[in-house]
């Protein structure tokens, strides 16, 4: 079955640490997203990437960083410098723009991730 | 720039009643609207869609018209059960771009 896997489902880290969260999809899909996900807040995008070695910042991109080397997969990692890392981080795929204009996103299950 | 406001919750129900969560968009140009619903502990899965004016997306009993006029795209379902437990969020997309309400919890009690 496609579907995005998203790995580890929870993390916990030491504060000052980087940390890292995969995002795998077997979709076939050009864009992928990470987005932040906080109580009562919705979700904002951190980034997204439209093609492989090519991404953008979302609403929230400061103390993270991105890569995007292959199509499957597009790891976030959560700098040091991000004040308030802990959250529920939500990654996503669709089709690319302009091939189908009003397909929707597909997400993974999220890992959260606490920082102490 | 684009913004959706839902209505806060969190909304409790005995099952069998009637649901609506509403929403309501701020864009400029046309945008897709959407609702995803969000299980414990999982990803947000899409739920119905409208692309355009006066459409009506619908799925699993749920429903939402696009009201350009009032800018609106109110979710409703007639009957719900204890499975519709769960967050939903509004959305809509214009360009690249997909922006979320906050999101309303719903508990269906049996």
């Known amino acids: 079955d496609g579907g995005i896997t998203q790995s580890p489902k929870y993390l916990f880290r030491k504060e000052g640490q980087n940390v890292t969260l995969s995002c795998e999809q077997n979709?076939?899909?050009?864009?992928m997203y990470w987005y932040r996900q906080d109580p009562g807040q919705g979700l904002r995008l951190i980034y997204y990437?439209?093609?492989?070695?090519?991404?953008q910042k979302g609403d929230i991109a400061e103390g993270y960083s991105v890569s995007r080397e292959k199509k499957e997969s597009f790891p976030l990692t959560v700098t040091s410098a991000q004040k308030n890392p802990t959250a529920f981080y939500l990654c996503a795929s669709r089709v690319r723009l302009g091939f189908q204009r009003n397909s929707p996103l597909h997400f993974g299950n999220g890992t959260r991730l606490t920082v102490t | 720039g684009n913004s959706v406001t839902q209505m806060e919750g969190p909304v409790t129900l005995s099952e069998e009643a009637f649901l609506t969560i509403n929403c309501t968009y701020t864009a400029t140009g046309y945008p897709s609207l959407f609702w995803y619903v969000q299980y414990p502990g999982e990803g947000l899965q899409l739920l119905l869609k409208?692309?355009?004016?006066?459409d009506k997306g619908s799925n699993k009993g749920f429903e939402a018209t696009y009201r350009k006029e009032t800018t609106s795209f109110h979710l409703e379902k007639g009957s719900v059960q204890v499975s519709d437990s769960a967050v939903y969020f509004c959305?809509?997309?214009?360009?690249?771009?997909?922006?979320f309400g906050a999101g309303t919890t719903v508990t269906v009690r049996a």
């Open positions: 990437s439209q093609i492989v070695n090519d991404f």
């Open positions: 959305a809509l997309r214009d360009d690249y771009k997909l922006s």
């Open positions: 409208a692309t355009k004016a006066d």
């Open positions: 979709l076939n899909h050009d864009a």
